[in-house]
C-alpha cells in the first residue's frame, strides 16, 4: 500500500485498541466470492481458497504486558460462524515506541486452549506472562499509522522467525481499519523463496463489524 500524507501525522486520536473491540465477520464477502474459491484452506499455495471466518476482539486486562500503558486485546477467530471451530487465537498489543509513534506486538499463546472459551474478564488474563506467550521480538512490531476512519499496520520485511517446524521464514502481513471495515493478509515466505502459508489463500479478508462490544475488563 502506497504512504499517505496522513503517515506524518503524530499519534491515533482514538486508541487503535478500542477500534478494533467487537465482533467482524466476511460474510458479504463470501457471498460475493467465486465458488472455485470456497474450499479448504492449504498450507504453501497449492491453490487459491477463502474461507469464512467470524472474528471477536475483546480488549484485556494484562497487566504484566501493559504497565507502561499499552493497550491489550484478544482476538478470537472462528472458521463459519460464532460457534464454530477456532481458527486464530492472538494477543495484539498496542504500545507507544520511544519517539512516540504507536506500535503493535502481536503474540502466540502457547497453551491456547486454556483461553478458548474464557471471558475477558478473567484471572486467567491477570495472570498472564510473556513466559506463556510465544514473542516474536522488536523486530517484528508493526508500525501503526492513522489514516482518515481508522489506522493500518504491517510486519516490517525484517520479521524473520523460526516456526515450530524448524522451518525459518520471514512474515508479513498487512491490517487495515477502515471505520467498520477491517481487511487481513499474512504469509510466510521461506529461506528458499518457496510460500510457506498465506492467509487468506486469495486476496485478503474483507471483514465488516457486526458489533460494537462494551470493553470487558
Known sequence: MAASACASLPGIKSEPSALLVGNW??????????ESLK??????????????????FF???????????????YLVWRAGGPTGA???????VFRKGPAGENRMDFYAFK????????????????????????????????????????????IPP???????SGRKMVLSA???????????????????GALAFKVPGQGRYQFVRTVRAKNSL
Open 25 to 34: 465477520d466476511n460474510s458479504a464477502q463470501m457471498l460475493e466470492a467465486p
Open 39 to 56: 474450499r479448504p484452506p492449504v498450507a504453501g499455495g497449492a491453490y487459491e481458497w477463502l474461507d469464512g471466518q467470524y472474528a471477536t
Open 59 to 73: 480488549k484485556i486486562n494484562a497487566p504484566a504486558l501493559t504497565a507502561d500503558g499499552s493497550q491489550a486485546v
Open 86 to 92: 477456532i481458527s486464530r487465537q492472538r494477543l495484539w
Open 111 to 154: 497453551d491456547p486452549k486454556a483461553f478458548e472459551n474464557v471471558d475477558p474478564g478473567t484471572r486467567a488474563f491477570k495472570s498472564l506472562t510473556l513466559e506463556d506467550l510465544t514473542v516474536y521480538g522488536p523486530l517484528c512490531s508493526l508500525p501503526v499509522i492513522e489514516t482518515a476512519k481508522g489506522w493500518r499496520a504491517a
Open 158 to 164: 525484517t520479521c524473520s522467525i523460526q516456526a515450530r
Open 174 to 192: 498487512e491490517i487495515v481499519l477502515d471505520g467498520d471495515n477491517l481487511s487481513y493478509s499474512e504469509q510466510g515466505t521461506l529461506e528458499s
